[in-house]
Structure formats: structure tokens, C-alpha cells
């Protein structure tokens, strides 16, 4: 086992760069979380790791050795392909000890592993099959088997339970956590899933356009993001930004006055605060119906928000709310009484929003 | 009648094919008969015809000559076949990479494959010419590896090995391109899954490359292999003096006391062997 660690990292398709001084500490035994749009170079970051791609300029250490020159093949790496890349001429079960044989593992090592793979990943049905003759789903299961059975420094992940339905997904989640914690094995995951970048990740990277934009505990980018991207890109539904003004003690949105308590961000800037504009960033989770606020709360209130639309989730309801002339997500429990065409004062504890500079993006502190 | 779409569609393919498959059914089918109708005759020059029985299959099985053919065709097949494959095979992995002006050297190494059999025979004769020959020139003159110049065709021994180079030579563009028409469908992402599994280049051929040419490969050699065993004009024109089966049954047949019943039994004989061997080639290596 071996941390991995990246070194301004460059790399570039012909004249179109992709990554940009990507630097990215990586520690023995972490479990790291890429997430970002489509297209900004998550893959491409995972198979410079791998030694699929050169990289262009920068430095790739794995433990304490330089790759950069060093094959793939002897960097002893296990990575889980976004299109799986299975053997069509072996069969499953060929398919997954395949490494491990190569490695010149024993038999009884080879089985044992193989047994406690194929058990994990439900696939005792299908050893004997072609790839060909398998689902979407079961392929990228394989796929999966084939990487974790290997006894590999490191871990890639691209994407690995994108196939999955909802039930198998939870499952496997799962499932990864309990293998990682079991073998402490240094993981790099991909994924579009906000969920699973939250529950699997020690660490969460967060990626547009080839440069790092945030990285943290997934708590940290959840509650303190740096800027709007990373705000918006975090959490589902995704936050509400709206425009407001900051002035001394509170912030003004569609003429209501949002006090702000000590230990709200941005609360304490020395900036003219005569009504400076400012991005306001609130989640659709932390409203709540003034009705159900406890009393002690300090909560400012948002007055008479106009509710377009309400889709019950079950015990949440997603309601699309207007003030003045924007549009908001807000999620309330499901004891809120109010229909579509209503209209309801929403609190909202100050301490939990955010504010964002109306240029940069940026979070105002 | 009440017809499926299905049922209609295959009534309607075989009033298309009828015609068709009744003339090839002439063209093919009656001279095989016809051949081992005849094979059971002693032809007189006049035509006439008196049945034999089984003699000329006597003879033939225990003509030492025909077993000679037949280790010597034997021989061709195996050197031609393997030997065209494994060089188109080498080519074809060679033009695979990337290099200045390959798609002007994928080009001409079609060359010898269009290039009309009687105008390259002279050169290959020309090459082996005991006097003016390139081969000997190099070899003794240049080299100096032996001190006396051989005629390689004129030697019925040498001359195998000359017959075969020259098939490989000629035919070893076919086998390159399937081979390479393959080769550049294969997905780049197995080689990479390979990498990543520990396999180094050589690992990745056997392992990815080999599998995914399996049956490019396999058929490649059926397709040679019966090509080559009634092949003709190549061995003739460049060394008569190289007997394989064909050539044999030629001069049974045309040449000195002419005799058609015993050329018949000839072709019958390899006809046999051929359907077994392609039998067993396509059951147990294409696994159709
Ligand atoms: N071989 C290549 N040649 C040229 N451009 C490439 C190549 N591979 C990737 N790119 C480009 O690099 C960028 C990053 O691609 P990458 O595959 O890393 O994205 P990604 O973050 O994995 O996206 P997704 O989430 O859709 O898989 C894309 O704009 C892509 O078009
Ligand atoms: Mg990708």
C-alpha cells in the first residue's frame, strides 16, 4: 500500500489542455472521492494515475516512487473501467482471477479471494458466462470483482456503480466501504453521485474544467463551500442562489430583512455594507414552515413565499416557491398543510446560509 | 393460404435463388459425380468406356509415386499455409503501429498479391537462375556462404522450398489484410484492462491480440488450406518438377499414356481427403 501523490500535474489532448496544475495529495490507505460535470477530467486524472496516458508535465509519485516513466503494467494498480473493459473471450470467473494468475497468486489464495468476491458481488450465477451474455449491470459487477480481487496498491474507481438500480447501488456502497476498511487499501473513486461522493468518500474532490475547485471531508464541502460551483454542484436538491444585498446586521432579499446572528458567514466583513449585492446561498433542506419553528430559534423569516408547485416525496414535500421575482427549492417535512398557489412564510437559520460574491463566485467570509 | 410474413419472405428468397442455385448445382455437383463415375472406368482415347471396378484405386494405392505426391503436398500445404499466416500475421501487427509513410508502404505490400502469376514467375526463375541469377550471386560471389552455384529449381528437393517461399511471398498480403482489418477493431480499452491486470506486451498480445484473431486466423487458414491443395498454376509454372497432388493428376491425366479413369480416381481421392479435413477443421477449430 502507498499514498499517491500528484505534482502540478498537466496534461493536455494535443493542443487542448484538460488538466491544469492539478495538485492532489493522496494518503496511504485514504479513500478519495472525485466528483465533477461531465467532461472535466476526472477519468483522464484517474488514468494518468494508472499509467494509461502520459502526463504532460508534473510529477505522479506512488508511495515514494516517481511513475512517470513507469508502465502500467508495473505499477501494480487495480482500476475499474467506466465501459468495464472486459475480457469477451473469458468467461467471468476468468474474467476476475485473471490478475491474480498473471501476479502468480496461489490457488487456494486465488479461490479465496475469488469466493469472497463473487459472493460480495452476487455473481455465483454467472462464472461460467461470456461477458457478452450478461446485463449492463452484472458486467459492471465484474468488472468490479476483477479490480478488488487483486491484491494492488491502489484502488481506481471510474464510475463503477453508474449501471446499478437504486436497491443494488445502496447495496454496493455499502459493500465498498466494508472491503476498504477491511484491506485500507488507497482509493481514487469517480462518480456523478452526490450520494455516494458523501458516503464514501474520507475525502471529496471537487472538479470543473480540469482545475481542483474545492477538496474536504464531505462535510466540509457540504456546509462550507468555497464558492458557487462547488455549492451548487454539492448536495441535491441543488442549493438555491439568489440575488441580495448585504447591509449592516442583515441581508435584504425581495424586501425582507434577514437578520443575521453571530456566527453567520459574512457577518462580520469590514465592506461598505450599504446594501452591497451579494449572492445568498440557501439549501432547499434547511427551510422551515414558520408554523413548525420552535420558539426559542432565532430564525429570519422569509414573508409570503408563493408556492408554484408541490411533488410529495413521501415524508419530504419539494416545493417550488417564488419571492418577489425568484424562483427557490425549499423541502419541508411532510406536516406542512399548504397547497400550490399558497402562500407560506419560511424561516431560515442564518447561521446555515452563505454568501457568495456576485462576481467571483467566491464565499464571502 | 395463411402465410406468416417470415413464411412468405423465405418463399420468396428461394424463388430468387432457384436459378442460381440450379446452375452452380450443374456447374459443381455434376462434375464431382461425373468424376467419380469416371473413376470406376478404364477410358479409351476413343471414349470408349469399360468398367473396372475399383482398379484404378488399386493402382493408385499402391503406386509409390502418389505417396510421394502426397508427402509432398503435405509439405506445400503446411509450409504455405503457416508460413503465409505467420508473415501476414508479423506485417500486419507491424503496419499497426504508427510510423512516417505507412499508408504508402500498406499499399505496396499488396503488390505481390495483384501482380499477374506468369509475369512474377519469370522474375522468381530469373532470381534462382544457376548463371545470372541474383540468389547465386549473392550466395557465392558476394557472401561467398558456398563456393559452387545451384540451380535451387532445377533440384525437385530445393525447389518445395522455392514453391513455397513463392506462395508465402505471394499470398502473404492476403492474410495481412484481414488480419490487420481485424486487428484495428479491436478495443483499445482490453489492452489497457491487461496493463492493468500485469500483462506486459507480450502478455497483451497472447491474451487480447490472439483471441480477438482467432477466427480471422482460422478461417484465413481454411480459406489457404484448400486453395492450396488444388492449387496449380503456381507450382507448375515456376517448378514443374514439384510434384503435389494436382501436378500428379496432370500428368496421369494429359501427359504419356493419357489416362482419365485414373486421373478421375486421383481427384476423388483428394476430393475425400479434403471434405474430411475441412469436416473436422470447421467442427472442432471454428467450432461452427
Ligand atoms: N483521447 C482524448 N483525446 C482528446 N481529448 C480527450 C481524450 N480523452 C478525453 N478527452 C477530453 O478531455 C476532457 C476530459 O475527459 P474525461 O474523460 O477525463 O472526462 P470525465 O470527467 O471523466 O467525464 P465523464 O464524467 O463524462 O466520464 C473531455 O473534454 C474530453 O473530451
Ligand atoms: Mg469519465
Redesign the pocket.
Known amino acids: 500500500m502507498a499514498g499517491i501523490r500528484l505534482e502540478n500535474i498537466n496534461?493536455k489532448?494535443?493542443k487542448?489542455e484538460?488538466?491544469h496544475q492539478v495538485n492532489l495529495e493522496i494518503g496511504d490507505g485514504e479513500f478519495v472521492v472525485?466528483v465533477?460535470?461531465?467532461?472535466?477530467?476526472?477519468?483522464?486524472?484517474?488514468?494518468l494515475v494508472a499509467g494509461l496516458?502520459d502526463i504532460t508535465a508534473g510529477n505522479i509519485f506512488i508511495g515514494d516512487a516517481l511513475m512517470n516513466r513507469i508502465e502500467p503494467q508495473h505499477r501494480n494498480i487495480a482500476m475499474v473501467f467506466?465501459n468495464y473493459a472486459l475480457y469477451p473471450h473469458k468467461n467471468v470467473r476468468e474474467n476476475i482471477i485473471f490478475g491474480l494468475k498473471r501476479a502468480h497468486a496461489p490457488k487456494d489464495v486465488i479461490e479465496s479471494r475469488l469466493s469472497k468476491v463473487v459472493n460480495i458481488l452476487g455473481l455465483e450465477d454467472f462464472l461460467a458466462r461470456k461477458p457478452a451474455q450478461l446485463s449492463g449491470g452484472q458486467r459492471q459487477r465484474v468488472a468490479m470483482g476483477r479490480a478488488l480481487v487483486r491484491d494492488a496498491k491502489v484502488f481506481l474507481f471510474?464510475?463503477p456503480l453508474s449501471n446499478l438500480d437504486a436497491k443494488l447501488r445502496n447495496q454496493m456502497r455499502s459493500e465498498i466501504r466494508r472491503i476498504h476498511r477491511e484491506y485500507q487499501t488507497t482509493s481514487v473513486y469517480?462518480t456523478?453521485d452526490q450520494v455516494e461522493a458523501m458516503t464514501l468518500g474520507e475525502r471529496v474532490v471537487v472538479?470543473r474544467d480540469?482545475y481542483i475547485e474545492q477538496q474536504g471531508t464531505p462535510m466540509e464541502i457540504y456546509l462550507h463551500p468555497d464558492n458557487i460551483f462547488v455549492a451548487t454542484f454539492i448536495g441535491a436538491p441543488s442549493m438555491n442562489i439568489l440575488d441580495a444585498r448585504l447591509f449592516d446586521g442583515y441581508v435584504e432579499l425581495e424586501g425582507c430583512k434577514l437578520v443575521m446572528e453571530n456566527g453567520t458567514p459574512g457577518q462580520h466583513r469590514e465592506l461598505p455594507k450599504t446594501g452591497l449585492p451579494v449572492k445568498l446561498g440557501i439549501r432547499p433542506d434547511f427551510f422551515i414552515d414558520r408554523r413548525h419553528a420552535g420558539d426559542g430559534e432565532a430564525l429570519a423569516v422569509i414573508h409570503n413565499a408563493r408556492i408554484d408547485l408541490i411533488e410529495p416525496l413521501g415524508f419530504d414535500k419539494e416545493l417550488d416557491v417564488q419571492i418577489g421575482s425568484q424562483l427557490m427549492k425549499v423541502r419541508l417535512d411532510l406536516r406542512t398543510q399548504a397547497t400550490e398557489g399558497d402562500t407560506i412564510d419560511l424561516c431560515v437559520d442564518m447561521r446555515r446560509t452563505h454568501l457568495f460574491d456576485i462576481d467571483t463566485g467566491q464565499r464571502l467570509q | 393460404m395463411d402465410l406468416s410474413i417470415a413464411q412468405r419472405e423465405s418463399r420468396l428468397g428461394w424463388r430468387f435463388i432457384a436459378p442460381s442455385v440450379g446452375v452452380i448445382g450443374l456447374l459443381i455437383i455434376y462434375p464431382i459425380l461425373y468424376n467419380i463415375y469416371l473413376s470406376f472406368f478404364d477410358v479409351k482415347l476413343t471414349g470408349d468406356k469399360l468398367f473396372i471396378g475399383l482398379a484404378n484405386y488399386q493402382r493408385l494405392l499402391s503406386d509409390a509415386a502418389f505417396y510421394g505426391a502426397a508427402i509432398t503436398t503435405v509439405l506445400y500445404l503446411v509450409g504455405t499455409v503457416v508460413g503465409s499466416t505467420i508473415i501476414g500475421l508479423m506485417v500486419a501487427l507491424l503496419m499497426n503501429m504508427t510510423f512516417p509513410f505507412r499508408n504508402l508502404v500498406r499499399t505496396l505490400i499488396l503488390l505481390p498479391y495483384f501482380a499477374p502469376v506468369i509475369s512474377v514467375v519469370f522474375g522468381w526463375q530469373f532470381i534462382f537462375d544457376p548463371v545470372n541469377g541474383i540468389y547465386n550471386h549473392l550466395v557465392v560471389d558476394v557472401l561467398k556462404i558456398s563456393s559452387s552455384r545451384h540451380s535451387l529449381i532445377g533440384n525437385p528437393n530445393s525447389a518445395l522450398g522455392v514453391v513455397i517461399l513463392f506462395d508465402i511471398w505471394k499470398h502473404f498480403p492476403l492474410s495481412y489484410m484481414l488480419i490487420i482489418s481485424k486487428l484495428q477493431s479491436i478495443n483499445k480499452d482490453q489492452y489497457e484492462a491487461a496493463a492493468m491486470d500485469g500483462c506486459g506486451p507480450i502478455g497483451r498480445f497472447v491474451h487480447v491480440t490472439l483471441p480477438e484473431l482467432y477466427f480471422v486466423l482460422g478461417t484465413l487458414m481454411l480459406l489457404r488450406m484448400i486453395w492450396n491443395l488444388n492449387k496449380f498454376e503456381d507450382v507448375f509454372l515456376l517448378a514443374p518438377n514439384v510434384e503435389t497432388l494436382p501436378i500428379f493428376t496432370y500428368y496421369a491425366a494429359f501427359t504419356g499414356i493419357i489416362d482419365q479413369g485414373f486421373a478421375a480416381s486421383i481427384s476423388v481421392v483428394q476430393f475425400g481427403v479434403l471434405a474430411l479435413l475441412i469436416y473436422f477443421y470447421v467442427k472442432k477449430v471454428l467450432k461452427w
Open positions: 496534461k489532448f494535443g487542448t484538460v488538466l472525485l465533477g460535470p461531465s467532461g472535466c477530467g476526472k477519468s483522464t486524472l484517474l488514468r496516458e467506466q471510474d464510475e469517480v456523478h472538479i480540469g
